[in-house]
């Protein structure tokens, strides 16, 4: 199929894939010891010492995060032809390496060894492409054919509220960084294919808990007392209306309440009594305003029957909030690559994904790689059952070297 190459050559483009491809069984062999092998987060030793061996072994020096994770830089050598060598203006790539804590119940070869633990969530397949990524970019750097200093971030402990991503953040993995990438399996979508979308593409998440406490007493004499339970159960029916009053309802927010607990008889009014929920947002803005909101919404509510409250805000991450130019760097090259047809628009997820502390402080996007085998019905994230077409793996290898071997913008 004829197709005109919007970021590299056509010669360059075709050595891309031959790399890729040298390196597929490997990649594929790796990726099912990571599955075999699963760590949960801030606990992925094994892993990180696997990823930190094989990068040494390819002439790379990694850098061990704190606990565990890693980062590894490859600069070019030497400029390609008529190119220029940006300085510190990396573009980076990161890929989660965390399990979740789940039972893999797949009947497969390479099926979880440990109780309680699986990748099912496809961090296994993300690692494995921002390896691959490195493997196939450090042959182009000796080559002279690099262009522009690249990234490598292998993140720990995704799976974890706020996510490692912090914990690259605090270690200055994103020192020198101008542009970040990253991609997430898409169980839904057909290996061969990926989903793009400019701006918000997850949701923010947050726990919420709130506590009211008054002076407890006979239910015969509500008025000398708190009559807590009431108030607890105004808090749980008003607070979810009032606040989607007081935001724009464009934003999606929704306070969904998991708990509530509070006395032990039917004659006895509690001291004591505790909400608890989730607060999910798709817009950012909205995200940042809900906090202040809901103190300001509880008080008004819990006062009316003298009721004292906390309220405790956990925040999870926000929303992951994809630059169009970003996006439209990673649109053609996946043309390239998959050519158009195989380039689909994708929908906003109520899900969370740490990735957006990342894109909080420089420029980059979220793509949904396609990893369904063809005609094979939907096994979700977060299922044991989930699993991969592993073509998948060179697909995303192939992508994200074609964002690496552009000309810096």
């Not at 987060?41 to 072994?57: K, N, Q």
């Not at 032990?264 to 608890?276: D, F, K, M, R, T």
């Not at 008080?299 to 906390?310: H, L, N, V």
Request: aromatic fraction near 4%.
């Amino acid at each position: 199929m004829q197709r005109t190459l919007a970021w590299v050559s056509e010669s360059l483009h075709a050595q891309a894939a031959a790399k890729a491809a040298a390196f597929a069984d490997e990649l594929v062999a790796f990726r099912r010891d990571l599955h075999m092998h699963p760590e949960l987060g801030r606990e992925e030793f094994r892993t990180t010492g696997l990823i930190r061996e094989r990068l040494v072994r390819a002439g790379l020096r990694p850098r061990l995060l704190p606990g565990t994770g890693l980062v590894c830089d490859i600069r070019p050598e030497r400029a390609s032809p008529g190119g220029r060598v940006a300085g510190d203006d990396l573009i980076a790539f990161r890929g989660d390496i965390d399990a979740l804590p789940v039972d893999d119940v797949k009947d497969v070869s390479y099926r979880s060894t440990v109780p309680g633990r699986a990748h099912a969530c496809g961090h296994d397949v993300h690692t494995s492409i921002v390896l691959g990524t490195a493997l196939v970019l450090a042959e182009f750097a000796r080559e002279g054919l690099l262009s522009r200093p690249v990234r490598l971030i292998f993140q720990p402990a995704e799976e974890k509220l706020p996510g490692g991503a912090l914990d690259v953040i605090k270690a200055g993995g994103l020192t020198g960084v101008g542009e970040i990438h990253a991609i997430h399996c898409d169980p839904k979508v057909e290996v061969g294919r990926v989903g793009l979308r400019a701006g918000a593409i997850t949701s923010a998440c947050d726990r919420v808990v709130i506590t009211l406490t008054g002076a407890g007493g006979h239910t015969a004499r509500p008025h000398r007392t708190t009559d807590l339970v009431t108030a607890l159960a105004k808090v749980a029916s008003e607070l979810p209306s009032a606040f989607s009053r007081r935001i724009d309802p464009r934003s999606g927010a929704s306070l969904v309440w998991g708990r509530i607990q509070s006395g032990s008889a039917p004659n006895v009014i509690p001291q004591y009594g505790e909400l608890e929920g989730t607060l999910r947002c798709l817009d950012l803005e909205a995200w940042r305003q809900a906090p202040d909101l809901m103190h300001e919404l509880v008080d008004a509510i819990a006062s009316t029957y003298g009721a004292k409250w906390e309220l405790e805000h956990h925040r999870g991450v926000p929303p992951v909030v994809n630059d169009p130019d970003a996006v439209a760097g990673m649109r053609a090259v996946a043309t390239d690559v998959l050519g158009a047809s195989a380039v689909e628009s994708t929908e906003q997820s109520l899900g969370g994904e740490d990735f957006s502390w990342f894109l909080d402080q420089v420029p980059g996007e979220l793509t949904r790689l396609g990893v369904r085998p063809v005609g094979h019905p939907v096994y979700d994230l977060h299922q044991g059952q989930f699993d991969v077409d592993e073509r998948s793996i060179g697909i995303g290898v192939e992508l994200f070297v074609g964002l690496a071997l552009r000309p810096p913008r």
